[in-house]
Nanobody
Framework: QVQLVESGGGLVQAGGSLRLSCAASGRTFATRIMAWFRQAPGKERELVAA????????YYVDSVKGRFTISRDNAKNTMYLSMNSLRPEDTAVYYC?????????????????WGQGTQVTVSS
């Protein structure tokens, strides 16, 4: 099993920044792909960003390109999401997701393991 714990959410004004962290423990060799999803009230969960083990390949949903940066530190078993120029529409619960490669594009990836989520609220 893999345990994923998110941190770093909070309340920020529009235009501000936050950095989310996701710490993995357990069978961390199973976290070759890691990703951030988010779910806003009344909306479906959406993939925000994803990253491969090496960090050499990343994916971003169009709405966050140029504002968010996904990264990982495998020595610390931790993934990050740096969020800049935050907008009210970024308000959501952000979930960490991870798992092995499953032969799909990063844009279609959903891993086996989920964190409990961290709330990000952007005020206007």
């Amino acid at each position: 099993q893999v345990q994923l714990v998110e941190s770093g959410g909070g309340l920020v004004q529009a235009g501000g920044s936050l950095r989310l962290s996701c710490a993995a423990s357990g069978r961390t060799f199973a976290t070759r792909i890691m990703a951030w999803f988010r779910q806003a009230p009344g909306k479906e969960r959406e993939l925000v960003a994803a990253i491969t083990w090496s960090g050499g390949t990343t994916y971003y949903v169009d709405s966050v390109k140029g504002r968010f940066t996904i990264s990982r530190d495998n020595a610390k078993n931790t993934m990050y999401l740096s969020m800049n120029s935050l907008r009210p529409e970024d308000t959501a619960v952000y979930y960490c997701n991870a798992g092995p490669p499953i032969g799909v594009r990063l844009s279609d990836y959903v891993g086996d393991y989920w964190g409990q989520g961290t709330q990000v609220t952007v005020s206007s």
